[in-house]
């Protein structure tokens, strides 16, 4: 993680959405790095078994890689969640700000 640095405009505190805003930016990296991954892998795998004796070992690897992918939906739920978040404290942000005098 990066240190979280006190960001102000005005009386308004933007730490917490630069923070979230990053750990929304990392969790997007890492979905997109799993499912470049475990695409990779099964695109291999077919490569290297279909032609062979291998038909059945692949199917069932195929079908382990769906049931996996529970995983990848769990982490667009986590996104999902972070992105909410965000839009929440931006908007509690602009209410803030709203209230200002300059």
């Not at 640095?5 to 933007?14: F, L, N, P």
């Amino acid at each position: 993680m990066t240190e979280s640095k006190e960001i102000k405009i005005g009386q308004v505190d933007m730490s917490d959405v630069s923070k979230t805003v990053f750990d929304c930016d990392t969790t997007v990296e890492a979905i997109s790095l799993k499912v470049d991954e475990s695409t990779q892998t099964m695109l291999q795998l077919a490569d290297e078994s279909w032609y062979g004796d291998s038909q059945i070992a692949f199917l069932e690897s195929y079908y382990k890689w769906v049931e996996d992918s529970k995983a990848f939906i769990d982490g667009i739920n986590s996104l999902s969640d972070c992105l909410i978040n965000n839009v929440e404290k931006v908007e509690s942000l602009l209410k803030k700000g709203q209230s200002l005098h300059f």
